[in-house]
């Protein structure tokens, strides 16, 4: 049974960092694409940065130079590194699944078939 679950979310404050990370069970991280999407309150479902199968990544605009995804397969553990922290990336960060890609992944958040309970980021003074 497929289950993500992500840990590592907390208050920080402008210009820190935090270490997001997303257990996957229940699959091989060989074989699908994972994203992190976020939902700021009163916001839409905003995809921030994705990894494929192989490996290829994909990030937003706005958080392009200062997050960086990255997997350990052995794990099953997929990591979203971010710094420079700016008020704006507050939100629930939410890990998720899409099943139909390989080689590629996208940051449409309507494109994930399997999400995790999320975790809250709240960057503030």
């Known amino acids: 049974q497929l289950q993500l679950v992500e840990s590592g979310g907390g208050l920080v404050q402008p210009g820190g960092s935090l270490r997001l990370s997303c257990v996957a069970s229940?699959?091989?991280?060989?074989?699908?694409?994972l994203g992190w999407i976020r939902q700021a309150p009163g916001k839409e479902r905003e995809g921030v940065s994705c990894?494929?199968?192989?490996?290829?990544?994909r990030y937003a605009d706005s958080v392009k130079g200062r997050f960086t995804i990255s997997r350990d397969i052995a794990k099953s553990t997929v990591y979203l590194q971010m710094n420079s922290l700016e008020p704006e990336d507050t939100a629930v960060y939410y890990c998720?699944?899409?099943?139909?890609?390989?080689?590629?992944?996208?940051?449409?958040?309507?494109?994930?078939?399997?999400w995790g309970q999320g975790t809250q980021v709240a960057v503030s003074s």
């Open positions: 990894i494929s199968n192989d490996g290829m990544n």
């Open positions: 229940g699959i091989s991280l060989n074989y699908y694409s």
């Open positions: 998720a699944v899409e099943t139909g890609l390989f080689g590629v992944c996208v940051l449409d958040p309507s494109e994930y078939d399997y």
